[in-house]
């Protein structure tokens, strides 16, 4: 099989077009298939600000009301997705960005909770590897903004790390994928204020032993468990690492493998 | 040849959602393969206005500023662009939103000319009829939005009517081409004030005499003059009409028909 990199940036690359710039160049010279997933960065929160429009929250929850997809739909899926992809073309990488209605590539439903109303938010139900697959096999970079639609015309608002991990979990039926979440931290630390204090590897066994003598920060619980659950639907390798050594990511010389035994 | 239908749709219908729903419908139906180019609207105006954005115009001519770029590619390749996909998508026509800069589509470089600087303006050179034939073989109706790029990581503002054309012409090698201008008049008519003095065909000579005899309102003599281009270049019947009457205009039983002799 041929590999796969699934990478999801977050919002503090998207923010800073410096460094955003300097990743795009980094993924364009990966040789191998590979999908962009993207976050949001504040330019939709600014951009509701100065619209007027109030961000909703719930349980300290943020709400996407009608207002806010739209302004979410506009800013992921327009104006950051489309400069990525414009970006990417300049360094000579063929990207093609897609939101999940797009040859609906991604399916999802609209969340359901009990006692609690999230908007406009999808839970992913499917994702559509044929068409990834036809794209990537054109040598074609995909990038997916995270935004999901319902098949019943709604467009959703989808956490990106999700979106990341669905798709990783789809393709490993065609590619040996390799699902990296580049960060602004160097990897899965012992000790949260020491950027040095990176573990090279987690198998599962580890991940036991330091959840239960409880040296893991609690923020990255969520995340490590995410990659677990990935690596067990047949993803190959998670690697968590700083967006600036995506090179050395892919090269297991930086950032936490998160492996089977 | 396989037949195909690029069909663009001008701002009036995408400002009224009623309008545009039931457009896509009929869209939906068509059973032959088929490409949506849309433009704009009152959208990306009424965003600008809000945000405080001025419009710029130099004789006569909206500028496209930086600013101007932004929203542009929010509103037309975003919210409008997915919102599109996502009503396809739920009348069972899987649809996929593309701009120029998507898997490289449309190339463009910034509009040159003398003495006037039209700002981040697109001037089609290329469309790539490979990935596009792909994506129709795979029974995808392609949405584009009116952004294109210009390969160095500048996206750019373009006509959506240059855009059809220019997809329609780079089609005809691959497909039997009908280029639908659907618009809010039945057709091309012979007094502008009277929407029932539709001309049902026009053939180059015909043309002639209704120019010399200045039957043919001024407004739309570029819009033919661009018509018949595209028809010297390989594109087989242009059909100009409104875009309540998708069908007819198919089917030739409404609009105007613009053909060889």
Do not use: W
Not at 5 to 34: A, E, P, Q, R
Not at 151 to 163: E, R, V
Not at 167 to 177: N, T
């Amino acid at each position: 099989m041929d590999k796969l990199y699934v990478i999801k940036i977050g919002g503090n690359i998207i923010d800073d077009s410096m460094k955003l710039k300097s990743f795009l160049k980094d993924f364009s010279s990966l040789n191998d298939k590979k999908i962009l997933v993207h976050g949001g960065g504040k330019l939709a929160t600014r951009m509701a600000e100065e619209l007027g429009i109030e961000q909703k929250l719930l349980d300290g929850r943020r709400i996407t009301d009608a207002e806010t997809l739209k302004i979410v739909t506009m800013v992921y899926a327009g104006y950051i997705n489309k400069n990525i992809v414009a970006s990417l073309q300049s360094f000579d990488c063929n990207a093609l960005g897609l939101s999940g209605a797009d040859g609906d590539s991604i399916l999802a439903h609209k969340r359901v909770h009990p006692g609690m109303d999230y908007g406009f938010v999808g839970d992913v139900d499917a994702v559509n590897s044929d068409l990834i697959s036809t794209l990537l096999e054109k040598n074609i970079a995909i990038v997916f903004a995270p935004i999901t639609h319902n098949q019943q015309g709604q467009l959703l608002n989808t956490n990106a790390d999700t979106i990341a991990q669905e798709i990783a979990k789809a393709m490993s039926e065609l590619y040996d994928v390799e699902l990296i979440y580049a960060f602004e931290k160097s990897g899965v630390l012992l000790n949260a204020d020491d950027d040095s204090s990176v573990i090279p590897e987690i198998k599962p066994s580890y991940y036991q032993e330091l959840k239960e003598k409880k040296k893991i920060f609690a923020g990255m619980i969520p995340k490590l468990d995410n990659a677990f659950a990935a690596l067990k639907s047949g993803v190959n390798k998670i690697i968590i690492g700083k967006a600036e050594d995506l090179k050395q990511l892919t090269e297991g010389k930086s950032g936490t493998s998160i492996i089977n035994e």
